[in-house]
Nanobody, 127 residues
Framework: QVRLVESGGGLVQAGDSLRLSCVASGRSFNSYYVMGWFRQAPGQEREFVGTVHWRGGSTHYADSAKGRFTINRDDAKNTVALQMNSLKPEDTAIYYC???????????????????WGQGTQVTVSS
């Protein structure tokens, strides 16, 4: 079965940076056509942050992430990373990595279209 494990969360101050990693195992990473990052703050629904097409590396971000967050993939390490810069208190949430096996050229932004999820990693940004 597919397993996704996130790491890299923590407590930082506003303006700081964090780099989250998501390592995939149990299946060839190249089979995951689309990878996504989501986040969920207390009392709120899980929301889209960004996504990357494993083949080609094209990315798409939520408006809240554009210009501050970057998604990178590492074929050799089966890893997808989320680089977060200029963090704000409103970025505080549990961040989740997700994988979709849909072969599509479009960017997948909805929770329902992802097939596998990690356990999440907490990011807390103090003001």
């Amino acid at each position: 079965q597919v397993r996704l494990v996130e790491s890299g969360g923590g407590l930082v101050q506003a303006g700081d940076s964090l780099r989250l990693s998501c390592v995939a195992s149990g299946r060839s990473f190249n089979s995951y056509y689309v990878m996504g990052w989501f986040r969920q703050a207390p009392g709120q629904e899980r929301e889209f942050v960004g996504t990357v097409h494993w083949r080609g590396g094209s990315t798409h971000y939520a408006d809240s992430a554009k210009g501050r967050f970057t998604i990178n993939r590492d074929d050799a390490k089966n890893t997808v990373a989320l680089q977060m810069n200029s963090l704000k208190p409103e970025d505080t949430a549990i961040y989740y990595c997700a994988a979709s096996l849909d072969f599509t050229d479009r960017f997948i932004t909805s929770v329902e279209e992802y097939h596998f999820w990690g356990q999440g990693t907490q990011v807390t940004v103090s003001s």
